[in-house]
């Protein structure tokens, strides 16, 4: 079984950063490609951004790309979401999530692809 645990959300000023942290435990961490996804108020949960399971291919949303860099640090089972000049669009609900996936190169958008979710960290952004 695979646990996510997320942490690192908070409070901020627009134009504030914040980095979140996912770690991981139960199987080895490179056996996934991982995301990040956001649920913001009243809206549907939504792509932000995404990693290979080597680390090398990632993907952002439009919105955050200049802003956001997506890691992760394999030998320590955790992911990063470094997210710079916040916007009081960023406030959301913050998701990882696992993508069990063979290949080590493949990045998803889709939700419903992955396996494993955490339970999500609040980002408010005040204007």
């Known amino acids: 079984q695979v646990q996510l645990v997320e942490s690192g959300g908070g409070l901020v000023q627009a134009g504030a950063s914040l980095r979140l942290s996912c770690a991981e435990s139960?199987?080895?961490?490179?056996?996934?490609?991982m995301g990040w996804f956001r649920r913001r108020p009243g809206k549907e949960r939504e792509f932000v951004a995404a990693?290979?399971?080597?680390?090398?291919?990632?993907d952002y949303a439009d919105d955050v790309k200049d802003r956001f860099i997506i890691s992760r640090r394999n030998h320590e089972r955790t992911l990063f979401l470094q997210m710079d000049s916040l916007k009081p669009e960023d406030t959301a609900v913050y998701y990882c999530?696992?993508?069990?996936?063979?290949?080590?190169?493949?990045?998803?958008?889709?939700?419903?692809?992955?396996?494993?979710w955490g339970q999500g960290t609040q980002v408010t952004v005040s204007s």
């Open positions: 139960g199987r080895p961490f490179d056996d996934y490609a």
């Open positions: 990693v290979s399971r080597t680390g090398v291919v990632k």
């Open positions: 999530a696992a993508d069990q996936t063979p290949s080590p190169m493949l990045t998803r958008r889709t939700d419903a692809l992955y396996d494993y």
